[in-house]
């Protein structure tokens, strides 16, 4: 655990960036700091590796104070993820991952052995390892420096807006596979970020920052969206905050996905007239994963092929969030969204009505939660109301996830 226990920071001229904060991230847990400009996230992040110095209070990790604690000793036990990587320029990929290790005394073939395993682990192969920084994406620089960090297997890892510096499928791409990596090392975590929607992502528990250093509230991302302590709060969160938390509330049993007629790509004319349901094709790979939409006044030949089909629906999984299933419902030319089991492979589809239904039995079952899902509900009912073609706006808006 690391601990803040009234912690102050205030300089010479008078300006105090952190004040009398008092916060705890739970051991083997995210706890993202986020907060406008000037909040001082990045400062209390920065007073746990000594950094910089508290002007008063106590921060402890593991039940020991920092300020005990020799700084470059207390530094080794503590990962340090920065914006751009922060890579060596002139040394390989794997002699960054290694640098702290070796350090540490470990010989030369082991610690370019566990180099090695800590770049698997953060999805670059065996053949980035002898290229250099600028041969790498942004992308993969940032994974570098999440293995550097990693590399002495510390029990804390510090992130200062990792996933700031790259493009945004790409930083959800980074997103997803920290959260694959935090579930299976289990590190104690505190990661800072400007952006609400990553630190609702990220964190198990999220820590709003005023202005000032001030602590407005620190609560899970699902109590953050229900509960908000006050307008600064609410202000800070935005406007989504009932569709945001339907990212929270599972799908449960209250949708069963209809059976939906599909065809192969690559299919006849004949194949998909058959399969045709008020003047859509569901079309899928040969092993049953959908891929698109096809609209049968639009065919343009005597097989369905790439060119007929429309992209612009997302798919939502049967274990996954009403979040998810809304918009796959929401985003479908056809007014189905597609469900998917697992693996992928289709398992039905459902109308916007049906998601309305489930995200009110969620409601009802989960006050005070509900009062903020009613405002999805009423946006569900609206677009089954009327055309089911979506608003341009619904799928922009969506949490990323998979595409037909």
């Known amino acids: 655990m690391i601990r803040f226990d009234n912690v102050t920071k205030a300089y010479p001229d008078g300006t105090v960036a952190v004040d009398r904060l008092s916060l705890e991230a739970p051991t083997g847990k995210i706890t993202v700091l986020v907060g406008p400009s000037g909040c001082g996230k990045t400062t209390s992040m920065r007073m746990v590796n000594r950094l910089i110095e508290p002007t008063s209070g106590t921060i402890t990790l593991g039940g020991q104070p920092v300020s005990g604690t020799d700084a470059t000793e207390l530094r080794r036990k503590i990962g340090y993820v920065i914006q751009h990587a922060g890579l060596f320029p002139h040394k390989n990929v794997a002699d960054n991952v290694m640098a702290l290790p070796r350090l540490l005394g470990l010989g030369r073939r082991e610690a370019r052995t566990r180099a090695l395993e800590l770049l698997e682990r953060v999805g670059l192969g065996p053949q980035f390892a002898d290229?250099?920084?600028?041969?790498?994406?942004?992308?993969?620089?940032?994974?570098?420096?999440?293995?550097?960090?990693?590399?002495?297997?510390?029990?804390?890892?510090?992130?200062?807006?990792?996933?700031?510096?790259?493009?945004?499928?790409?930083?959800?791409?980074l997103q997803e596979e920290f959260l694959r990596l935090q579930r299976e090392i289990g590190k104690t975590i505190v990661l800072v970020t400007h952006d609400i929607d990553e630190a609702l992502k990220l964190g198990d528990q999220v820590a709003v920052l005023r202005e000032g250093g001030r602590l407005a509230q620190a609560a899970a991302p699902a109590e953050l969206l229900a509960r908000p302590a006050d307008a600064f709060v609410a202000g800070f969160v935005g406007r989504d905050r009932g569709y945001r938390a339907l990212g929270f509330a599972g799908t449960g049993d209250g949708v069963i996905p209809a059976a939906e007629p599909a065809v192969v790509l690559g299919a006849t004319r004949a194949e998909a007239e058959a399969a045709a349901l008020d003047g859509w094709i569901l079309v899928t790979a040969p092993g049953g994963e959908?891929?698109?939409?096809?609209?049968?006044?639009?065919?343009?030949?005597?097989?369905?092929?790439?060119?007929?089909l429309n992209l612009s629906a997302t798919t939502?999984?049967?274990?996954?969030?009403?979040?998810?299933?809304?918009?796959?419902?929401?985003?479908?030319?056809?007014?189905?969204?597609?469900?998917?089991?697992?693996?992928?492979?289709?398992?039905?589809?459902?109308?916007?009505?049906?998601?309305?239904?489930?995200?009110e039995e969620a409601a009802s079952v989960t006050a005070p939660a509900g009062a903020i899902a009613g405002s999805a509900v009423e946006s569900a009912a609206g677009v089954t109301a009327g055309s089911v073609e979506p608003a341009a706006g619904s799928a922009a808006e969506a949490p990323a996830g998979s595409h037909l």
Do not use: C, K, N
């Open 131 to 173: 290229r250099y920084p600028w041969q790498l994406s942004g992308g993969q620089q940032q994974r570098v420096g999440v293995a550097r960090a990693l590399a002495a297997d510390p029990p804390y890892l510090l992130m200062d807006e990792p996933f700031s510096a790259v493009d945004p499928v790409v930083r959800a791409q």
């Open 290 to 308: 959908p891929i698109g939409w096809a609209a049968l006044d639009r065919l343009d030949g005597d097989r369905v092929t790439e060119q007929d």
């Open 316 to 359: 939502a999984r049967t274990d996954g969030t009403l979040r998810e299933l809304l918009d796959a419902a929401l985003s479908s030319p056809s007014g189905r969204g597609v469900l998917v089991d697992a693996e992928g492979h289709l398992a039905g589809t459902v109308s916007p009505t049906a998601v309305a239904r489930a995200i």
